[in-house]
Nanobody, 120 residues
Framework: QVQLQESGPGLVKPSQTLSLTCTVS??????????WSWIRQPPGKGLEWMGAIYYTDRTYYSPSLKSRASISRDTSKNQFTLQLRSVTPADTAVYYC????????????WGQGTQVTVSS
């Protein structure tokens, strides 16, 4: 059974870089045709797809975040990571990692999510 688990700091200061890691167990992040995504939900708002990394290591990003976001992976650790640069309080959200097949969305498997607050 594939499971995803997010980890990272719960508090980040404005202008810093947010780094989150998703650890995948029970399956390989290099598995054929899998997309591994980051999704967030700010308080009181809807879900926002941020970007994904394909099993070939190709990356895809939301146009609104492309200039600040980077997604990478470490196949030896079966992990993929999100870095979001120059954060502001508007980046405060619950961040989720998720899996999809054949396309970045829709996703079929999610981590439990991790709260990230941007505040000085």
């Amino acid at each position: 059974q594939v499971q995803l688990q997010e980890s990272g700091p719960g508090l980040v200061k404005p202008s810093q870089t947010l780094s989150l890691t998703c650890t995948v167990s029970g399956g390989s992040i290099a598995a054929y045709n899998n997309f591994w995504s980051w999704i967030r939900q700010p308080p009181g708002k809807g879900l926002e797809w941020m970007g994904a990394i394909y099993y070939t290591d190709r990356t895809y990003y939301s146009p609104s975040l492309k200039s600040r976001a980077s997604i990478s992976r470490d196949t030896s650790k079966n992990q993929f990571t999100l870095q979001l640069r120059s954060v502001t309080p508007a980046d405060t959200a619950v961040y989720y990692c998720a899996r999809a097949y054949n396309a970045p969305v829709p996703t079929d498997l999610w981590g439990q999510g991790t709260q990230v607050t941007v505040s000085s």
